[in-house]
């Protein structure tokens, strides 16, 4: 057994980008990203967690019940996290609305007028100058958490993005990353 201690990666940072569908998606784990691509600001210190979620169905034979085969009947992947910037950008995505200006710095917010919501996000995770890049071409807000307004704490807009497949991509997300270990060494 060979253990490597260098091997092991901690998400230091990172980022969540938001961007509208059809933009151009980027191709490598440190490229620039398009203009229309938004960094999110600032997330919780919980950071972003990954959930694949599958679900499947035994097929059994006659003979003792013997599992034979499985079979898989839905997967899906999701991306859940808390925004503590309370900015334009972050409240519009959490809201599925629109901000207008109503006056001398003063600002509208109307939610759910933009159901569906489908748009394309990106997510750096950072472990010095290792970078995972998670793409996803269509992706969603399914899940919104509560907003707490408490003494003391960030307002946060929990969130959870499912992925939805892309023709493009061929996949419902892509992941690049610039690690050398990822080369099977």
């Not at 620039?32 to 959930?51: I, K, M, P, R, W």
């Amino acid at each position: 057994m060979v253990l490597n201690a260098q091997n092991v990666r901690v998400a230091r940072t990172g980022a969540v980008y938001v961007a509208p569908l059809g933009t151009t998606l980027p191709t490598s784990s440190t490229g620039s990203l398009d203009a229309a691509f938004v960094d999110c600001g600032y997330v919780s210190e919980d950071g972003v967690t990954f959930t694949p979620s599958e679900s499947v169905n035994a097929v059994r034979a006659w003979q003792n019940s013997a599992r034979v085969q499985t079979t898989r009947t839905e997967l899906d992947y999701t991306f859940q996290f808390v925004l503590i910037e309370d900015k334009g950008t972050v409240v519009e995505l959490y809201h599925r609305g629109l901000i207008t200006p109503v006056g001398s710095g003063e600002w509208k917010l109307v939610p759910d007028v933009t159901v569906p919501d489908v748009r394309s996000f990106v997510i750096d995770v950072v472990d010095g100058t290792k970078v995972k890049r998670h793409v996803v071409a269509q992706g969603e807000i399914t899940e919104r958490g509560e907003i707490v307004y408490s003494n003391g704490e960030p307002i946060g807009y929990n969130v959870t993005v499912t992925c939805y497949h892309d023709e493009q991509l061929g996949a419902p997300y892509v992941t690049y990353s610039n690690d050398p270990n990822w080369g099977y060494s």
